[in-house]
T-cell receptor, first 115, second 116 residues
């Protein structure tokens, strides 16, 4: 069994400030972890993924996430927020030995960037 | 276009009516997925196609829901006798190969279904 918890359904940051979106997972087997982003009126896009290689994963648009097994976390960060980062962000987990249809998504975090 | 296309983008229907939602995956993508996203909730897996067959229908919430795929391309999700609890965004995604856990999914922008 697996699950994902995203702490904070809404996060607001000022432009230029640090972005931190939290994701904790529960998995009985080694996981793969993903962050997807959904811009207004668009489909979800893969931002980055952890697939058991380097624990610090860099994605598109300056985002990165660190897999911390001891904390069962995969928080998403970006040093300096841009207005274009306003979107909804979804964390997801799947069993590493499983298939994509076993992907479990969190409930999402809406990021607002204030001018 | 080059992405996953879903139609209609919005559908308003009356309780008890049937609806059909369409998904055109990226050309050449073998795997196709349907998800449901209720307001304030995460994506809920409905069904997965590998080619034209559906090896995993475990997420379909009731026998009112069905889906098919033809020509290893277009997929249709049908909801019969719609209920208000069916109101949600229905998302379709496709991926290139065999549906492995580390594959990148490409999502459409969804169909917003509202059942009155």
């Amino acid at each position: 069994a697996q699950s994902v918890t995203q702490l904070g359904s809404h996060v607001s940051v000022s432009e230029g400030a640090l972005v931190l979106l939290r994701c904790n997972y529960s998995s009985s087997v080694p996981p793969y972890l993903f962050w997807y982003v959904q811009y207004p009126n668009q489909g979800l896009q893969l931002l980055l993924k952890y697939t058991s290689a380097a624990t610090l994963v860099k994605g598109i648009n300056g985002f990165e996430a660190e897999f911390k097994k001891s904390e069962t976390s995969f928080h998403l960060t970006k040093p300096s927020a841009h207005m274009s980062d306003a979107a909804e962000y979804f964390c997801a987990v799947s069993p590493a030995s499983g298939s994509a249809r076993q992907l479990t998504f969190g409930s999402g975090t809406q990021l607002t960037v204030l001018p | 276009g080059a992405g996953v296309s879903q139609s209609p983008s919005n559908k308003v229907t009356e309780k008890g009516k049937d609806v059909e939602l369409r998904c055109d995956p990226i050309s050449g993508h073998t795997a196709l997925y349907w998800y449901r996203q209720r307001l304030g909730q995460g994506l809920e897996f409905l069904i997965y196609f590998q080619g034209n067959s559906a090896p995993d229908k475990s997420g379909l919430p009731s026998d009112r829901f069905s889906a098919e795929r033809t020509g290893e391309s277009v997929s249709t999700l049908t909801i019969q006798r719609t209920q208000q609890e069916d109101s949600a965004v229905y998302l379709c995604a496709s991926s290139l190969a065999l549906g492995r856990a580390n594959e990148k999914l490409f999502f459409g922008s969804g169909t917003q279904l509202s059942v009155l």
